[in-house]
């Protein structure tokens, strides 16, 4: 069955590192997106990508990045990672011209 | 930027009680969905509402997409313990932003036994 993952499920790091997760999907889908997800704000959309080659800001850009080298891989990568950044981490993907999202299981990242 | 605002934030019942969360925005959307997340899990999509007045129903629950598609409402029938979860609504703007979704701040139902 196709699938989207993220990898890792949990992780800690400490402020000012490079971090990067990443997220695969099986979908062959040409929309992936990156959200956070924080108590109160429900999820606001970071980076998303139309295909490869193609990255744009969301909402919450400031301190991430995303590159999309192939189809079914967008990693987000936290340049210096702040405690501001402490969040669960969701990747999703949609068909073209499709707006229904699936979504992975998400990153539970704390940065100390 | 457009905003959703959902309501009420948490709800706490017994089972076979109804309920509704409501979904209010000033902005029209193009489309607007339903999901419900477990703890732990993502988002798995519920309903996808898309003309002004429109009523889906999915067994006991019952959605509905506001005549001017500004707002939506997820109405529970009979509520049962399986129904404990968050419940997310997500506005598509339209145009060529697929996928791109604008999301409610979420409500946290749980069902008592």
């Known amino acids: 069955d196709a699938e989207i993952t993220q990898s890792p499920r949990h992780k800690i790091t400490e402020t000012g590192r490079q971090v990067t997760l990443a997220c695969h999907q099986t979908?062959?889908?040409?929309?992936m997106f990156w959200y956070r997800q924080d108590l109160g704000h429900g999820l606001r959309l970071i980076h998303y990508s139309y295909g490869v080659q193609d990255t744009n800001k969301g909402e919450v850009s400031d301190g991430y990045s995303v590159s999309r080298s192939n189809t079914e891989d967008l990693p987000l990568t936290l340049e210096s990672a702040a405690s501001s950044q402490t969040s669960v981490y969701f990747c999703a993907s949609s068909e073209y011209r499709v707006s229904e999202a699936f979504f992975g299981q998400g990153t539970r990242l704390t940065v100390v | 930027t457009q905003l959703l605002e959902q309501s009420p934030q948490f709800l706490s019942i017994q089972e076979g009680e109804n309920l509704t969360v409501y979904c209010n925005s000033s902005?029209?959307?193009?489309?607007l969905q339903w999901y419900r997340q477990e703890p732990g899990e993502g988002p798995v999509l519920l309903v996808t509402v898309v003309t002004g007045g429109e009523v889906k129903k999915l067994k006991r629950l019952t959605f509905q997409f506001g005549d001017a598609r500004k707002d939506s409402s997820l109405h529970i029938t009979a509520a049962q313990t399986g129904d404990t979860g968050l419940y997310l609504c997500a506005g598509f703007a339209g145009g060529t932003s697929y996928g791109k979704l604008t999301f409610g701040q979420g409500t946290i139902l749980t069902v008592h036994p």
């Open positions: 979908w062959n889908h040409n929309n």
């Open positions: 902005s029209v959307f193009s489309s």
